[in-house]
């Protein structure tokens, strides 16, 4: 039973993911047709941040999930 929850939540994180993906690729396309060079690179600057306080983030939660796994 736990399974099936936790793959539900996968899936809807998953379907979540994709549809943010899909707008920001959408907003970066859109940018670089209309030349705007610097909203192209605030984009792309914003998601290089992202990516890198999501991993930071995994790094402190991964020495506490081995601590509380039985």
Do not use: T, Y
């Not at 907003?27 to 941040?49: E, G, P, T």
């Amino acid at each position: 039973m736990r399974i099936g929850v936790w793959s539900n939540v996968s899936r809807a994180v998953r379907a979540c993911w994709e549809s943010e993906a899909r707008k920001i690729l959408r907003r970066v396309m859109k940018h670089a047709r209309d030349q705007s060079w610097c909203a192209v690179f605030l984009d792309f600057l914003i998601v290089i941040v992202g990516v890198f306080i999501g991993i930071q983030v995994a790094r402190l939660i991964r020495p506490r999930l081995r601590v509380q796994s039985p």
